[in-house]
């Protein structure tokens, strides 16, 4: 009778973890996919963010709004679809930053997104000299999937001996 219970117990903890890994991946700053774009602005108006263009992207219009308050954070796309919430991108770019920075931002960010849905999947690993130039390209992506929606964290950097460009995005997105 005991060995039974056991393997129904084992069972239900392992179904149990299931379902809490299977959660759907939601937006940040406490928003819910499909939220409205009036809602949206009203709540970036109280957060005195600042939208500095609309523009579309692939069917979906999309905002870049800027102001929102976050280490490192320089900017933030919202995308709607008929007027929804369907994907959020928060970019970081900070001046002074350099590489270890930003891999240390990156390793914190996967951190906690690993503890949220697990292991992130490898969609990126490079570092390679562009073609005719003294830039060096390095770009490493993961991407995490949970019932129709995703999180894709990407850095990306390129660096010559007189300047640089990078950039972290973490792409919430809903399909």
Known sequence: MLKPLVRLF????FLGAGVLRA????PPFGLRWGETSQRLE??????????VDKHFVDGKEAWDVEGLLQTGLKRTVFYFHRGEL???ELQYQQDGWDDTRYTGLMNDVR???????????LIARRTEQAPESDVTQKIVGYKW??????IELVYFAAVN??????TLSVHYKAF
Do not use: C, H, P, W
């Not at 959660?23 to 939601?26: F, L, M, Q, R, T």
């Not at 009203?42 to 005195?48: E, N, P, R, S």
């Open 10 to 13: 084992a069972m239900l903890l």
């Open 23 to 26: 959660e759907e991946i939601n």
């Open 42 to 51: 009203k709540l970036l108006i109280g957060a005195k963010a600042t939208i």
């Open 86 to 88: 369907v994907e959020v």
């Open 111 to 121: 951190k906690r997104l690993e503890q949220r849905y697990g292991d992130g999947q």
């Open 145 to 150: 999937n949970q019932n129709n929606t995703a």
């Open 161 to 166: 001996t007189t300047q640089s460009f990078r």
